[in-house]
């Protein structure tokens, strides 16, 4: 069974940092590529970074300089550093193997005064 857990969004001011991790299990996890979206209240969910197996990292623009995707594959674990927050950058942020067949349930960041 395929698991994919986040954890680490909260409420941040603007212009601060969070780190955001997802935990994997039931995949071997070296060989599969994993991404980051998010979806903000009201909008569709968007892609935000992806990192593959051989940890080529692409950005969407929106974050490109300021967000930083990682992974660890000796803890089955992708982390997303999100530094320079903006309020625009809240939402619901989730982790998703690269073929967006499994996915976590998410977890919120909201960037607020």
């Known amino acids: 069974q395929v698991q994919l857990v986040e954890s680490g969004g909260g409420l941040v001011q603007p212009g601060g940092s969070l780190r955001l991790s997802c935990a994997a299990s039931g995949i071997v996890f070296s060989l599969v590529d994993m991404g980051w979206y998010r979806q903000a209240p009201g909008k569709q969910r968007e892609w935000v970074t992806t990192?593959?197996?051989?940890?080529?990292?692409t950005y969407a623009d929106s974050v490109k300089g300021r967000f930083t995707v990682s992974r660890d594959n000796t803890k089955n674990t992708v982390y997303l550093q999100m530094n320079s927050l903006k309020p625009e950058d809240t939402a619901v942020y989730f982790c998703?193997?690269?073929?967006?067949?499994?996915w976590g349930r998410g977890t919120q960041v909201t960037v607020s005064l």
């Open positions: 998703a193997t690269g073929s967006q067949k499994y």
């Open positions: 990192i593959t197996s051989g940890v080529t990292t």
